[in-house]
């Protein structure tokens, strides 16, 4: 049973069980959900296995980082795929995650994973990332303006 108070003393299924629905919107304001799970241990094996794997599936800046914040990497990128619908000409290169000292990490898109973003208008895409114990995770929520651009 959950420790957080409820609108209702007792939740369940239908119309009595109070609180406030969040239905999904209906306006296109967001292009796609993205989301994808890492095991640390393995990409890292594998990565140990096949060193050119490295160099195909991170960018420059993201090698050295270390083996749960590489993973994390890779699987925000497999979200970005899914978040815009899995371009044919995804490419891993196209797509890294940056991070600013004391700033949220953000992604910057390029080549042919950038044209796929821009043909579906997305404004912005909504990163978050976690790792705990051999598992590293990402979502990536990609938004249109809400504001038409002819506007």
Known sequence: MSTFPTATPTPGPDETFGGRAFAPQEDGTIVGVGVDVVDIPRLDAMISRTPALLDRLLTPGERELSPASRAA???????????????????????????????????????????????????????????????????????????????
């Open 73 to 151: 990497r890779v699987a925000a990128k497999e979200a970005v795929g899914k978040a815009l619908g899995a371009p044919g000409d995804f490419s891993w290169q196209d797509v890294t995650v940056e991070r600013a000292a004391g700033r949220r990490p953000h992604l910057r898109l390029r080549g042919a994973t950038l044209a796929a973003a821009e043909r579906q208008d997305v404004e912005h895409l909504h990163l978050s990332l976690s790792h705990d114990g051999a598992i590293a995770t990402a979502i990536v929520v990609a938004e249109r303006s809400s504001v038409p651009r002819s506007l």
